[in-house]
């Protein structure tokens, strides 16, 4: 089964400064990539995901993360915070091929973004 | 827009009472799935459905039931609620039953108490 760990708890950044919140995940095989983000008081939503293609993925309010096979990584970045972008960041995965009947999504811990104006 | 919607925002239960979470979803999804999030352990898997009466477990299913009888109704069934199930529970949807490929959207969310 995949694993997924998200190495930030908590990151406390001031408007205009860059981010990057990390996300590693453990599994054999090929993957599909997600960042989730969920507002204060809101639900859930996507963000940005990656499926094939280029490494490089461009999601919502300018917010873009990479993928780098080698190091099993898919982190997010952005490269000027706003007080707005305060949230909590989910990373997932699971596995590009299932079987029908299976599902394997599996989600980080999340890290809090506290964004001070 | 897909809009997933829950039955309920807040619910206070006691401890050994049967509890209903509802979700519906307006989009004609096969897909649906119940989670509980947790302070510092993120989202957990309970239970999904592929299709009406299909479902299957998740990570952490026990203590759970869940019931699909249309395709845009999916029911998370605490038989007897017990204190280590305050939690929010989520609801999502997805489109396809290629679910590796489908966005997942999801609902407000439930707050349960359990006193």
């Known amino acids: 089964a995949q694993s997924v760990s998200q190495h930030n708890h908590h990151v406390i950044l001031s408007e205009a400064a860059s981010l990057e919140l990390g996300c590693n995940y453990s599994?054999?095989?090929?993957?599909?990539l997600f960042w989730y983000v969920q507002y204060p008081g809101q639900h859930l939503q996507l963000l940005l995901k990656?499926?094939?293609?280029?490494?490089l993925v461009k999601g919502i309010k300018g917010f873009e993360a990479e993928f780098i096979k080698s190091k099993f990584s898919f982190n997010l970045r952005k490269p000027s915070v706003q007080w707005s972008d305060t949230a909590e960041y989910f990373c997932?995965?699971?596995?590009?091929?299932?079987?029908?009947?299976?599902?394997?999504?599996?989600f980080g811990k999340g890290t809090k973004l506290s964004v001070i104006p | 827009d897909v809009k997933v919607t829950q039955s309920s925002r807040y619910l206070v239960k006691r401890t050994g009472e049967k509890v209903f979470l509802e979700c519906v979803q307006d989009?004609?999804?096969?897909?649906m799935f119940w989670y509980r999030q947790d302070p510092g352990l993120g989202l957990r898997l309970i239970y999904f459905?592929?299709?009406?009466?299909?479902?299957e477990k998740g990570d952490i299913p026990e203590g759970y039931s869940v019931s699909r009888e249309k395709k845009e109704r999916f029911s998370l069934i605490l038989e007897s609620a017990s204190t280590n199930q305050t939690s929010m529970y989520l609801c999502?949807?997805?489109?396809?039953?290629?679910?590796?490929?489908?966005?997942?959207?999801f609902g407000p969310g439930t707050r349960l108490l359990v006193l």
């Open positions: 999502a949807s997805s489109l396809k039953l290629a679910v590796y490929q489908e966005t997942q959207y």
């Open positions: 599994y054999g095989g090929t993957v599909n």
């Open positions: 990656y499926f094939s293609g280029d490494p």
């Open positions: 997932a995965v699971t596995p590009a091929y299932s079987g029908a009947g299976s599902y394997q999504l599996t």
């Open positions: 989009m004609d999804h096969e897909n």
């Open positions: 459905s592929y299709d009406v009466k299909m479902k």
